[in-house]
Each structure stands twice: as C-alpha cells, then as structure tokens.
C-alpha cells in the first residue's frame, strides 16, 4: 500500500463517483468494442500481398490461416484453400468441412509454412 | 528508497520532457446551472443540496457568490447572512456527470491519455503532441476555448512535467491567471512555490497543517530544507510524499483506465435526521453493505478487510469511529460481509445518536480466485448475487431488495434516486 501511495498518489486520493466510474468504464469499453469492429482499409498493396499469398498456398498446397472479421469480433479459421474469384468467395476446407468466407470479411491473411495441405 | 531526481518528468522517448495537464473547471455545479440557464448569468448562483435532508451545504458557488466571502461546505444559512441576494440551486447531479463526459470527449481529441481527477479535474498527458496541435501553451489556449464554445465553461489549465507540478500550476497560480494558464517546471518549481504558505502544498490538509506550524514549518520552502528521513520517520510514507511534492518530484503517470484498478469500494451516508436504535442503524448498515458488494461483484472483485465507519450527532462533543476487520477469506456476498460490519458496529458504537455511516471493502482481489470450501455453497451465493444485481441493472436499483428496506429508517428507495448523495 504504502508504495503504491508512493507511486500513484494522484489514483491513491481521487475522488471520483461510482457513478462517474461506471459511465467511464462503461465508453471505454464501447470504445474498445467499436475499435475491434472496426474494418480496416487495405491499399492495394495489401491486396496483392493477400492475393500472392492465396496463389501460394493454392500452388503449394500449403494451409492457410484466415482472420475473419465476424459480428462476434475477429475468427481466425485454418485450412486448405480454393478461391471463386465470380463470387468473391474463398472456400476453405477445415477440420470442421467446407467453409465459404466472403473476401470482404478477410482481414489477414498468413501461411503456414509448416504444413502441407490434403488438397481441396 | 532512492530516487533518481534528474529522471522527474522525463518521458523514456528521447528524454523528452513530458507535458502533463491538469484540467479544472471553474465552479463547476454553477457553471453547468449557468450554462443551462443563461439568466443567471453574472448573478451570485449556489448549488445547494436539501437542508430539509441535512445536506444544506454549499456543493458550489459562482464567481459572484465566492466574492461576497461563500465556500464551498458552508451551511445555506450562512450563505444567506453573507449574500442576501444569493440565488439558491438545487444540484443535478446527472446533467453534471453528463458535462463531465463531454468535456473529457472535447480532451481527447488531443490526446487518448485523459484521466478525470474527480467529477470536475482532469488528468492529461500531452507528450509528444506538440507536433499536432503546437506549444503546450497553444494547446491549452485551444482547449480552454473549446471548453467554454461547447459547454460554457471557463476552464483553467496547469502544466507540468508530472501531475503533481500540473496540479500545484493550477491550483496555486492558473486560477488567478488571466489567461487561466501556468506553467511549473522542475526549473522554476521553488522559485514559484517555495513562498507559498504550507497548506498550499498538495496533500497537506487542516491537521497536517497545524502539525507543520507547531514545528514552525510555515511555507513549502521550510519543508523542503527539512530532511527527507526525518519526514519518513514521523510520517512515515505519508511524510515522504510530502518531503517529494515540496521538491516537486512526483511518480505518478497518467494512465488511462487507471479506474479500473481501484483497491477498495466504499459508501458513506449523511442520515436524513439522527439515528439512536441499532434496528434502525442495522438495517443502514445491511444496504449499505449490499452497495458496497454489489460495486465489488460489478468489477469482478472480492474484498478482504471491511471497514465501517460512524459518525455522531452532536457536533460539540464530536464522537464517532472508523474501524476495520480483516474477513476470514476474500468475499463480495453481501450476507458473508454484513455481519462482520455489524459487529464492528456493535461493538465500538458508544449508543449515542449517529449522523454519518459507511462501509467500504478493500485489500480487493479477484473474484475467480477463492480457496475452495466443502461446505461453504459458495458457487450458489454468487449465483444468486449476480441474479441479483442483473434485475437491477436491468430494471433499476429497487426492482429487487430485501425486505429490511421497507422497514423504518430504510434508506434505499431514497438513494435510488441521488448520485453522490445528491439529486441525480
């Protein structure tokens, strides 16, 4: 205690409502939740960097790791990849089947270098 | 414990000096009344709570009604003797809260390091904003009008290399500044505050003030040439702090979310008149348990020590106490705190009439960390207590209670609706 008061006096003699406290807390954590909600931009950079990606674990039948931006927050999914590129839509094979994931819901993409895919 | 002085107020990127605001508005409760009522204006306005309810005091004066000599806590009678013409205000307190918020909002958008002080002050750390917004000087003029554009309020700014020298520039000089701003710096900090008289320090109150005059201690300057140890030695850590904030040497940081870390939960009730029966001053006792419990719960927390305090009515022959007991393990279930806190009751209250109560809970840890017990349905209680606490957050403070608050001297249906003990 007596360090803490040392070190944090100012948190040690605030005077601040429960009331006070609760709202505070209570933006903070709206703005956290807005915050992982958020979709990010990508430049076109980006884009191609996601595309390259995509056409190596295709070629080198690699797996691939997806983070998906859901209304939940962010998912990340693991799987062999085949792109549909008419519908926009990736197709993963997971442990879990056939997943369809919508390009506008990707937000990174990686490779797992260490793995070798068992095909689509 | 040694102390590195020549580290003050140095940010750790590129040595840089840090620019730590504190933010006070001026008059706040009248402001805001002010501000909401623009015929008061220039007029001497006192937000004053209920003397029906014993809470007559002075919560704030204008700058009017400060001129005719009203404080803060003085009795609405008094103000009435001094100032006639007074115009009296009852608070709001939520529309306060309401200002509060906004003005925090308007901060950030300079910096995301705002931490509120109380209702009415706030922390800011600007270090490395400069290059965005100008001079620390700049930055301030800007917020101080955009504080008065979009609330009505005039706002005072301190600045400093840590929040204690931001605090004492804002409390001891940019308050009387024209321009409503001043700087201290590790440079100029003496020259500035070593003249003012003790209380003026940060952290020395009416007690340690008649302390320090008994030891001819008249100024901060006579502080800081005591030394450090023999402050350590009588005050011990308290002391210590004091020795620093002479010298203007802080360790303090501004860190946002900072509220979340608190290390106990308490409420404190001024009676509506004199209690005298333990039934009464038990059933007090019990919902002021269950807030205090229910704040723990709502920040996943469990307290260890309860403390109970009491205050008498008689305000010639002040009596009163404020005791503590460590609790035989860490719990945030009302009914495993309460009796505790009405034994501690029971056994230092002298059985004269009682004006004040509070409890409060602290040394708190969290709650998924508990020493398991056979035969202690532990899992059930805090079930129920979050049960509990959902419907009220759901349907109000009395959607759901004991049945003790429908007994007499019950306070609850009457807190439900106040904030800080006021008027919501």
Not at chain 2, 33 to 44: D, I, Q, Y
Not at chain 2, 212 to 224: C, D, K, N, P, S
Not at chain 2, 376 to 384: C, E, G, I, T, Y
């Amino acid at each position: 205690m007596s360090t803490k008061k040392l070190y944090h006096q100012f948190a040690c003699s605030s005077m601040m409502l429960p009331e006070h406290r609760g709202r505070l807390e209570r933006r903070r954590r709206e703005a956290r939740r807005e915050e992982e909600h958020r979709r990010p931009q990508f430049d076109e950079q980006q884009r191609d960097q996601f595309q390259y990606l995509l056409e190596r674990s295709l070629s080198q039948g690699l797996k691939l790791q997806v983070t998906i931006l859901t209304d939940q927050g962010c998912r990340i999914l693991a799987g062999t990849a085949k792109q549909d590129s008419a519908a926009g839509v990736l197709r993963l094979k997971t442990a879990d089947g056939v997943l369809k994931v919508a390009a506008a819901q990707i937000v990174a993409l990686q490779i797992d270098e260490n793995s070798s895919g068992d095909g689509f | 414990m040694i102390v590195n002085i020549c580290s003050q107020g140095v940010s750790p990127v590129a040595g840089r000096r840090k620019i730590i605001f504190l933010a006070d508005m001026e008059s706040f409760y009248a402001s805001v009344e002010t501000a909401l009522n623009p015929s008061l204006r220039g007029k001497p306005v006192v937000v004053c709570g209920d003397p029906v309810l014993r809470h007559g005091i002075v919560l704030a004066a204008s700058k009017e009604a400060k001129a005719c000599g009203i404080k803060a806590g003085q009795p609405a009678w008094e103000c009435r003797r001094l100032c006639p013409g007074a115009v009296f205000v009852r608070p709001h307190m939520h529309t306060y809260l309401e200002y509060s918020m906004r003005i925090t909002q308007i901060f950030e958008q300079f910096t995301d390091r705002v931490v509120p002080y109380s209702i009415d002050e706030q922390f800011l750390d600007l270090t490395g904003c400069e290059g965005l917004f100008g001079a620390p000087r700049e930055i301030a003029r800007a917020m101080i009008r955009r504080v008065g554009e979009e609330t009505g309020i005039r706002c005072r700014i301190g600045l400093g290399e840590n929040p204690l020298q931001a605090k004492m520039a804002c409390d001891c000089f940019a308050k009387r500044a024209e321009d409503a701003f001043f700087e201290l710096n590790a440079a100029n900090y003496a020259a500035h505050t070593w003249p003012l008289p003790i209380g003026k320090l940060f952290g020395v109150g009416h007690r340690m003030e008649r302390n320090f005059h008994h030891m001819a201690v008249r100024t901060i300057g006579h502080l800081a040439g005591l030394p450090r140890e023999a402050l350590a030695r009588r005050w011990g850590v308290s002391g210590e702090i004091l020795w620093l904030n002479a010298h203007g040497i802080d360790h303090s940081t501004v860190e946002p979310g900072g509220a979340a870390r608190q290390k106990g939960v308490g409420h404190a009730m001024t009676l509506p008149r004199d209690y005298a029966t333990p039934r009464e001053l038990a059933v007090v006792l019990l919902e002021l348990t269950e807030e205090v419990c229910l704040r723990a719960r709502a920040l996943g927390k469990m307290g260890g020590t309860v403390h109970v305090y009491c205050r008498g009515a008689d305000f010639d022959r002040p009596s009163g106490f404020s005791r503590q007991k460590k609790l035989p393990e860490p719990t945030s279930v009302t009914m495993d705190v309460y009796p505790h806190a009405l034994s501690l009751f029971r056994r230092h209250w002298d059985g004269q009439p009682v004006r004040a109560v509070g409890v409060s809970l602290t040394g708190l840890t969290d709650r998924d960390r508990y020493q398991l017990s056979l035969f202690n349905r532990r899992a059930a209680k805090d079930a129920l207590g979050e049960a509990m606490d959902g419907i009220r957050e759901r349907f109000g403070a009395t959607s759901i209670f004991r049945a003790a608050s429908l007994t007499p001297g019950a306070q609850l249906f009457r807190r439900a609706g106040m904030i800080g003990g006021h008027e919501a």
